[in-house]
């Protein structure tokens, strides 16, 4: 018993060893759960800069920050270039379903601005409860403690991570302060390498678009360089619709040459008024325009807008000094981010060397028609001196030739070379008088270019002559229909009649303008297939005049006669 007794404590000082015991524990756990999450914190900082591209990192940024302080719920607010709202939201916590039924994402408003106007750590322990706050709006999910840290980039606050209700029900700690602010610098270092990494790759996409451009412009004609400069923009990231328009010099107005988008059927050809679109602001100085997301804008055709308004964009003239080529506008949803900075000057850039590549492309096309027009010249110079001269004497001998002989089938074999020999003289000259006096608004070039399109199965061309001032009558409407029933024709003798020698011949006569195809085709025969020509008939007849057709065994006249525009009302009065 005395042994035992020599043993044991006496009362005080053993509750002063269970005490230290206690204390020494404690102290140990507090080590442990210091150590625990000072290992969380690398954890969530290599999560953070092991990624590189911008939009990822920002995600793993929030959810990081989240996953260290046990929050229900974070959300990381990027702060708009004007200091004064949030331009980009991302968020953990809650789904796309309740994030669609809260509506638009904040704008950095009430709690949510105030660190951004003054970028101080701030915690809290109901949101509710602070004068700052402006309330949540419907289907919000509750929300009591709060704590805010901003986000700073080479000194510079970039954004705000809130986060909001820790789990275990328990307010922020300045401990949990601290640990999101030492992760919010490393952000910092993440949010900096990315955007540069960012505006490298946003800018070599756009000069590798812009080079692929200006070796398409100058490869193709021009009147598809509107569709080409449109199609290349719309292939770039972030783009949701991109206009190109020009001004119409006469009215002032703009009118859309190319689009590229949802509602770009729509857009194309369309004509505006300068002042009722963004792209109107352009033509006072030629400069760029920046567009920012808003909710009271008013509509333009060119942006897209949905119920909160319309989404961001850029207005950039396509211009080089010489003159001012157009103006391309490149729209987003209004769900999308702001256009950045890189995103501004590269394709502010791009839409300038689109101008240029343009001015060159015309340039060059200017070049290869002067070239085309002298060797035309010199053809149509060939032709009249030297071609037409000795087809003449030709002429002129076998005349002679016919004259010396006696009536008889040769004489009048003769006689018909002669006539055979006035025709391609005639021919030769109407090809001269197209080849120096290229017109491609004249009626007789497009005609004389139907015939060599639709001729090159036929083992003799279709003759052709014109007779009268057709190039400065027919015109408008009227030349249209000319070039179409002629196009009709030819084509009837060339399909159906299986003609070996056509000749076409478009007159002004007494007021009325005459086509006039022959062939030696074998007829139209009992054929069903008269669509087309009574397209020809109503034409003829919707124009006061008529049409007919003569055909046989030996080939088939057909003779589209209308009265001229200025004539019509002297036609109607003369008498049967």
Request: net charge negative; aromatic share 4%.
């Amino acid at each position: 018993m005395a042994a035992d007794d020599s043993l044991a404590f006496p009362d005080g000082p053993r509750l002063e060893l269970d005490e230290a015991l206690t204390a020494l524990l404690a102290q140990a756990e507090k080590v442990r759960g210091t150590q625990g999450r000072l290992r969380a914190l690398l954890v969530a900082t290599q999560s953070v800069v092991e990624e590189i591209d911008l939009s990822t990192v920002l995600r793993r940024i929030v959810e990081a920050a989240t996953t260290l302080v046990d929050a229900e719920y974070g959300a990381l607010g990027v702060i708009a270039p004007e200091r004064d709202a949030l331009e980009e939201f991302i968020f953990v916590g809650l789904d796309e379903h309740q994030a669609a039924k809260i509506g638009h994402l904040p704008f950095g408003h009430g709690l949510l601005g105030a660190l951004i106007a003054d970028p101080r750590p701030i915690r809290l322990t109901d949101v509710a409860n602070d004068e700052r706050s402006a309330g949540f709006p419907a289907h919000h999910p509750s929300m009591s403690s709060f704590l805010g840290v901003p986000i700073r980039v080479r000194g510079e606050v970039f954004g705000n991570l809130y986060l909001t209700n820790r789990r275990d029900g328990a307010d922020f700690t300045d401990e949990d302060e601290q640990l999101v602010a030492a992760l919010a610098t490393t952000a910092g270092f993440a949010i900096d390498n990315a955007r540069l990494l960012d505006l490298a790759r946003t800018r070599e996409r756009w000069m590798t678009a812009a080079a692929e451009l200006s070796a398409a412009l100058l490869a193709s004609p021009t009147d598809t360089a509107f569709d080409l400069i449109a199609s290349r923009i719309f292939e770039l990231p972030g783009v949701d619709k991109v206009t190109v328009l020009l001004t119409d010099e006469d009215s002032g107005r703009l009118r859309i040459v190319a689009a590229r988008g949802d509602d770009e059927a729509q857009l194309r050809g369309l004509v505006v008024d300068a002042e009722d679109v963004c792209a109107g602001t352009v033509l006072e100085d030629a400069e760029a325009r920046i567009i920012s997301h808003r909710a009271d804008a008013e509509p333009d055709v060119l942006l897209i807008a949905d119920e909160t308004g319309i989404g961001p964009a850029l207005v950039a003239p396509m211009r080089t000094h010489a003159r001012l080529w157009g103006i391309v506008c490149i729209a987003r949803e209004p769900s999308g981010r702001r256009l950045t900075q890189s995103e501004i000057a590269s394709a502010a850039d791009f839409v300038s060397r689109a101008g240029i590549a343009l001015e060159l492309a015309v340039a060059r096309e200017e070049s290869q028609r002067a070239m085309l027009a002298d060797d035309r010249s010199r053809i149509a110079r060939d032709l009249h001196d030297h071609v037409i001269q000795q087809l003449f004497g030709t002429g002129l001998s076998l005349q002679a030739v016919a004259a010396s002989l006696p009536p008889g089938p040769e004489a009048q074999r003769i006689s018909e070379s002669v006539e055979q020999l006035d025709d391609a003289i005639a021919q030769i000259r109407t090809v001269v008088f197209a080849l120096s006096r290229r017109d491609e608004t004249a009626i007789r070039h497009r005609i004389i270019d139907v015939v060599a399109e639709m001729s090159g199965s036929m083992r003799h061309p279709a003759a052709i002559r014109f007779s009268g001032p057709v190039d400065h009558l027919v015109v408008g409407d009227l030349f249209d229909d000319v070039v179409g029933v002629t196009r009709e024709l030819l084509s009837n003798a060339i399909r159906h009649a299986h003609a070996a020698r056509i000749s076409i011949e478009v007159a002004v006569d007494q007021g009325d303008v005459v086509v006039t195809v022959d062939d030696d085709g074998v007829g139209i025969g009992d054929t069903h297939r008269r669509s087309g020509l009574d397209n020809l008939t109503h034409k003829a007849q919707r124009r006061g005049g008529t049409f007919t057709l003569e055909s046989s065994g030996e080939g088939t006249r057909a003779i589209w006669r209308v009265p001229l525009p200025s004539t019509t009302t002297a036609r109607k009065d003369r008498p049967e």
